[in-house]
T-cell receptor, first 110, second 114 residues
Framework: TQLLEQSPQFLSIQEGENLTVYCNSS?????LQWYRQEPGEGPVLLVT?????EVKKLKRLTFQFGDARKDSSLHITAAQPGDTGLYLC??????????FGAGTRLFVKA | KAGVTQTPRYLIKTRGQQVTLSCSPI?????VSWYQQTPGQGLQFLFE???????NKGNFPGRFSGRQFSNSRSEMNVSTLELGDSALYLC?????????????FGPGTRLTVT
């Protein structure tokens, strides 16, 4: 069974700090997606990484796909209160399903 | 393009009742997936429909069912509601079968069972 493990589960930081969130698996994924979900809303797609070693930037967010395509990371520079939310990673699982990690809940204090 | 829409947004039901939730995907998207999200279990996959056929099913009891119409709109039904069914039910659409594809989520339906 393919699993995606995210760490940390919870992160509370001050505005302006940097942080990294991890998404790890023992399985190879053809692609991974990152989503952000705010309370009471559905997840919003942030990025898809496809190639091993790929790095994508979205303003202050940097996403990296591991060389072996088993892990990914999300780095946020100079976090802002608007970055607060639940960050989910997801990848293609066995049986043609998408597997979601449990998420990292980020709280950025002003 | 309009996003994924779900109705209703909020619902309160009592144990034993049944409920039907509706999802309209993004225009041109033919795959609709349903998820249950709870604080304790996270995002759990219910089922996926593509071209009116159920392609995948998660590990949920038979009380949970769904269907997809020819215009790709989808409904899910939960019969004989239990307290543990209280959750945020999310619908997501994608161009084709999900299999790790990018999915676009609706705002969800918050179901409370009392």
């Amino acid at each position: 069974t393919q699993l995606l493990e995210q760490s940390p589960q919870f992160l509370s930081i001050q505005e302006g700090e940097n942080l990294t969130v991890y998404c790890n698996s023992s399985s190879v994924f053809s692609s991974l997606q990152w989503y952000r979900q705010e309370p009471g809303e559905g997840p919003v797609l942030l990025v898809t990484v496809v190639t091993g070693g790929e790095v994508k930037k979205l303003k202050r967010l940097t996403f990296q796909f591991g060389d072996a395509r088993k892990d990914s990371s999300l780095h946020i520079t100079a976090a802002q209160p608007g970055d607060t939310g639940l960050y989910l990673c997801a990848g293609g699982g066995g049986g043609f399903k998408t597997i979601f990690g449990a998420g990292t809940r980020l709280f950025v204090k002003a | 393009k309009a996003g994924v829409t779900q109705t209703p947004r909020y619902l309160i039901k009592t144990r034993g009742q049944q409920v039907t939730l509706s999802c309209s995907p993004i225009s041109g998207h033919r795959s609709v997936s349903w998820y249950q999200q709870t604080p304790g279990q996270g995002l759990q996959f219910l089922f996926e429909y593509f071209s009116e056929t159920q392609r995948n099913k998660g590990n949920f009891p038979g009380r949970f069912s769904g269907r997809q119409f020819s215009n790709s709109r989808s409904e899910m039904n939960v019969s004989t509601l239990e307290l543990g069914d209280s959750a945020l039910y999310l619908c997501a659409s994608s161009l084709g079968p999900q299999q790790g594809r990018e999915q676009y989520f609706g705002p969800g339906t918050r179901l409370t069972v009392t």
